[in-house]
């Protein structure tokens, strides 16, 4: 039985190959920084995309993206433009993985 960091790391590189098929291309992944992890760094058309994935089997991962949790990453977000020299467009997307199917949200706010 895999344990949950295996299935995190099976459930980004299907959110990774799933995005390159949306036109995203892949910058960086589990980018650690002071406040948080992002899981996928990515552009396209342009525009940074911070993507947090969510995995899960038997209930809805798309719960598990909270305020909290989106305040967090927009930390690291800032962090890693400061740190990059990055002043371009950004936005913070969400992929759901649900038995190895990836679902995108876009712009993900609350």
Known sequence: MRNSLEKGVEAEGLA??????????????????????????????GVYRFVEVKSGDGFDPVYNMTPQKIKKIIKGVGSYLASHKIDAPYCIDLVVVRSGECELYENVTF
């Open 16 to 45: 990774c190959e799933f995005l390159e098929g949306l036109g995203y291309k892949i910058v960086a992944r589990n980018v650690r920084k002071k406040f948080s992890e992002i899981d996928i760094v990515a552009t396209k058309n």
